[in-house]
């Protein structure tokens, strides 16, 4: 199938898809002529549609890259028509391939066009609170890079880099490098000596404002932003934990007793996880964590809409923490 959708917000293994498709359909010593990419601008959607009707020069496929394709999202008549005619004629020796950081429309008729001829595969990062899938997707990265982890050294690369998938592959490959031709799996401590740990310390972050520790909850604010970690990952990893927190606590209060039950609306993958979040949140008022994660919304706003990033943290930060004191 010559058509393909790439999106999602993952940047990294979509261009490594990207990458891929490329070699596997581009002749090296032809890929100057036969490769084009195109931003989506006026008119870009139709010369992208047009040149994917072109066949190649020399060896090899005619690639076709429409970069942040908004065709999925929106799209008027005239376009809808070309995206129609082209298509259903795109020939095998063309490959034609959108990218988008957004999701289709499932309601548009182009939507239901590429579905219908294309592929369509999503890139999009896993949510920080959900721990297994994070441990599953170190478990993959470190197979493929032939690097042997103890359960706990996973655990905790898992947490310390989080959903952000750039770094897990050259913190894996560091790892890789120092643990050599040994056969012995790679310890949580190794892990820990070695890896930049910006998520972990954003959870300590998450159970210092929890405990209401002001002067701590600053001081790893302080630490997180001299570590580069962007700050709305900051923000990210903290509304993952607050919001895993807030339903433990809602569904408790609201008399469940069943783990399983909890888990599921918490969307904690591990049920065992459960009895030490019930003792987490056991003296945290519901109305607290409600305004918290209110809190976290609005910082998560400002910080869009290009606020100051240390001063807006740090007045946000002192907020949260004075709701637990």
């Given amino acids: 199938m010559p058509v393909f959708l790439f999106w999602g917000d993952d940047d990294f293994r979509l261009a490594e898809a990207v ?26 959607a139709i010369q992208a549609l047009n040149q994917a009707m072109t066949p190649p020069f020399g060896l090899g496929k005619r690639v076709i890259w429409l970069q942040n394709a908004s065709v999925f999202q929106r799209c008027g008549e005239p376009l809808l028509q070309e995206l129609t005619r082209t298509l259903t004629a795109v020939p095998d ?11 289709p429309d499932g ?11 294309g592929k369509v595969q999503e890139f999009s990062s896993i949510a920080p609170w959900k721990t297994e ?18 359960p706990a050294a996973v655990e905790l690369l898992s947490e310390s880099v989080g959903n952000n998938m750039r770094q897990l592959v050259n913190e894996v490959e560091k ?25 972990q310390n954003s ?37 993952g934990q607050f919001r895993t927190w807030l339903w433990v606590k809602m569904m408790v209060q609201a008399g469940e007793r069943d783990e399983w039950a909890i888990a599921q609306a918490a969307e904690v993958n591990n049920p065992k ?11 945290l008022s519901l109305m607290s964590l409600q305004q918290a994660m209110q809190t976290l919304l609005e910082l998560d706003a ?3 809409q290009g606020k100051a990033e240390m001063p807006t943290l740090q007045t946000k930060i002192i907020e949260i923490s004075q709701l637990f004191r």
């Fill in 175 to 199: 790892l890789k490098l120092y643990q050599g031709d040994s056969s012995q799996p790679l310890s949580a401590d190794a892990v820990a000596n070695l890896v930049v740990v910006n998520t």
């Fill in 107 to 117: 309601r548009l008729k182009s939507t239901k066009l590429l579905q219908k001829h």
């Fill in 302 to 304: 400002s910080l869009k």
């Fill in 133 to 150: 899938q994070l441990q599953q997707q170190v478990r993959q990265v470190a197979k493929q890079a032939n690097l042997t982890l103890t």
């Fill in 93 to 103: 020796t063309s490959i034609l391939l959108f990218t988008s950081p957004h999701k």
């Fill in 273 to 283: 996880r459960i009895y030490y979040l019930q003792k987490e949140v056991h003296r």
């Fill in 19 to 44: 990458k891929d498709l490329c070699d596997r359909s581009l002749a090296p010593q032809w890929s100057s002529f036969n490769y084009d990419k195109f931003s989506d601008q006026e008119n870009s």
């Fill in 203 to 239: 959870l300590q972050l998450a159970s210092a404002l929890r405990q209401g520790d002001t002067a701590l909850a600053l001081r790893l604010i302080a630490d997180l932003i001299e570590r580069n970690e962007p700050a709305l990952r900051i923000v990210s990893t903290l509304v």
